[in-house]
């Protein structure tokens, strides 16, 4: 079974500019959550999906923005951005609607803002 | 407000003895309690978790905890180190009733020398 698949892996933007991450979850999981990974901040809960639909969102800007598709696909977009956006942003999946288990991540994806 | 310490930021170890990494957690309701492992420049993997039951709980690659209500505490154990386990741990709770959002500790270093 194939685990969550993050792209890309890396990639560098300037100032200004927009971002879209791409998360592909275990098959079978409805549920997929962001996280934001800095050293400073640690790890940081951006939002969840499930279904399609928003069900949880953190403490980010507006310009953190997010999306899951009918296969459960997700992607998340940054837009505008800014020297502190440089970050490990880790992606997870879990199954189902009442979680209380484990959540699975991905590899995640390191921007680097210049 | 729920919340996660992990009181150290480094901790070392020789390979062969026993190693701890602390975590205390704060809570309403039940804790769903987790442990992860980070090793540079991957995701999370998941290592055990407490849920309900035994306070003693076992995981992945010899790694276990012990959930202690009272002292609101969740320790990572091993009873014997090994170079291999240096990496970067998380503590983590879930927050009840927000699905996948989890939370958690700044996590702590773990260095085993030979």
């Known amino acids: 079974k194939a685990g969550v698949t993050q792209t890309p892996r890396y990639l560098i933007k300037t100032r200004g500019q927009q971002v879209t991450l791409s998360c592909s979850p275990i098959?079978?999981?409805?549920?997929v959550s962001w996280y934001q990974q800095t050293p400073g901040q640690g790890l940081q809960f951006l939002f969840e999906y499930f279904s399609e639909t928003q069900r949880n969102k953190g403490n980010f800007p507006g310009r953190f923005s997010g999306r899951q598709f009918s296969n459960s696909r997700s992607e998340m977009n940054v837009s505008t951005l800014e020297l502190g956006d440089s970050a490990l942003y880790l992606c997870?999946?879990?199954?189902?609607?009442?979680?209380?288990?484990?959540?699975?991540f991905g590899e995640g994806s390191r921007l680097t803002v210049l | 407000a729920q919340s996660v310490a992990q009181p150290e930021d480094q901790v070392n170890v020789a390979e062969g003895n026993p190693l701890t990494v602390k975590c205390t957690y704060s809570v309403s309701g039940n804790p769903y309690l987790f442990w992860y492992v980070q090793y540079p420049n991957r995701g999370l993997q998941f290592l055990l978790k407490?849920?309900?039951?035994?306070?003693l709980v076992k995981g992945s690659y010899g790694f276990e905890a012990e959930f202690n209500k009272s002292q609101t505490s969740f320790h990572l154990k091993k009873p014997s180190a090994l170079v291999s386990d240096s990496a970067l741990y998380f503590c983590?709770?879930?927050?009840?009733?927000?699905?996948?959002?989890?939370?958690f500790g700044q996590g702590t270093e773990l260095s085993v020398k030979p």
């Open positions: 997870a999946s879990s199954p189902g609607q009442k979680n209380t288990g484990e959540l699975f």
């Open positions: 407490y849920i309900t039951g035994d306070n």
């Open positions: 983590a709770v879930r927050v009840y009733n927000q699905g996948g959002k989890l939370i």
């Open positions: 098959s079978g999981h409805r549920s």
